[in-house]
C-alpha cells in the first residue's frame, strides 16, 4: 500500500503473488529496492531476485541473484546497493556474505571470513541490515556519522 500524505489518497501499490524477502527505500525515495522469488517454488528453495519498484510502475528485474537475500542497502548515488546474502545461485546452502553489486558487476567484500555476515541461521533473519549497516558504510561511501535505524516487532 502506498500512503500519499499530501492528498490522504491511499491505494495498492504493489501486490506480489508471492512474500517479499528484504527492501529498502532508495535513498532519493523513488521507491524500494526489493528481493523477490518468481513463485512459490523459488521461495521454498530461498531462490531471490532483486527488483526495483518504482513509486508509479511495476518491478524492474535488476540482478538474477537466485539465492537468498537477507538485506539490501542502497547506496546514496541511486545506482549501487550491498547485499548480504548468500552466494548467487546457492540457495540456502552456503554462508551469508555481504557484496557490491554495481549493474552486472558482482563483488564479495568480505572475503577472507570464515564466518557468516549478520544473523541468518537455517534461513532465519534476525537484525541484519541494523548488524550490517554500520560496517558498510565506510563501504558505500555513507558518512561514517550518519545515523541508521532499523526496528523489529517481536511476534509473541
Given at each position: 500500500?502506498?500512503?500519499?500524505?499530501?492528498?490522504?489518497?491511499?491505494?495498492?501499490?504493489?501486490?506480489?503473488?508471492v512474500g517479499l524477502g528484504?527492501?529498502?527505500?532508495?535513498?532519493?525515495?523513488?521507491?524500494?529496492?526489493?528481493a523477490q522469488s518468481e513463485?512459490?517454488?523459488?521461495?521454498?528453495?530461498?531462490?531471490?531476485?532483486?527488483?526495483?519498484?518504482?513509486?508509479?510502475?511495476?518491478?524492474?528485474?535488476?540482478?538474477?541473484?537466485?539465492?537468498?537475500?537477507?538485506?539490501?542497502?542502497?547506496?546514496?548515488?541511486?545506482?549501487?546497493?550491498?547485499?548480504?546474502?548468500?552466494?548467487?545461485?546457492?540457495?540456502?546452502?552456503?554462508?551469508?556474505?555481504?557484496?557490491?553489486?554495481?549493474?552486472?558487476?558482482?563483488?564479495?567484500?568480505?572475503?577472507?571470513?570464515?564466518?557468516?555476515v549478520g544473523g541468518a541461521?537455517?534461513?532465519?533473519?534476525?537484525?541484519?541490515?541494523?548488524?550490517?549497516?554500520?560496517?558498510?558504510?565506510?563501504?558505500?561511501?555513507?558518512?561514517?556519522?550518519?545515523?541508521?535505524?532499523?526496528?523489529?516487532?517481536?511476534?509473541?
Amino acid at each position: 500500500w502506498l500512503y500519499d500524505v499530501q492528498t490522504g489518497e491511499l491505494r495498492e501499490w504493489y501486490a506480489p503473488g508471492v512474500g517479499l524477502g528484504a527492501w529498502a527505500w532508495w535513498p532519493d525515495s523513488r521507491g524500494v529496492l526489493l528481493a523477490q522469488s518468481e513463485g512459490d517454488w523459488q521461495a521454498s528453495q530461498w531462490q531471490q531476485d532483486v527488483y526495483d519498484l518504482p513509486l508509479g510502475g511495476t518491478p524492474n528485474k535488476l540482478l538474477d541473484w537466485n539465492s537468498a537475500a537477507h538485506a539490501l542497502i542502497p547506496h546514496p548515488d541511486g545506482r549501487r546497493f550491498a547485499l548480504v546474502g548468500r552466494p548467487a545461485g546457492k540457495g540456502n546452502t552456503e554462508h551469508a556474505h555481504l557484496y557490491l553489486v554495481d549493474g552486472e558487476q558482482v563483488r564479495r567484500l568480505d572475503e577472507g571470513h570464515d564466518h557468516p555476515v549478520g544473523g541468518a541461521v537455517g534461513g532465519a533473519v534476525g537484525g541484519v541490515a541494523g548488524g550490517v549497516s554500520g560496517g558498510v558504510k565506510g563501504v558505500l561511501g555513507i558518512p561514517q556519522k550518519t545515523h541508521v535505524r532499523t526496528t523489529r516487532k517481536r511476534v509473541r
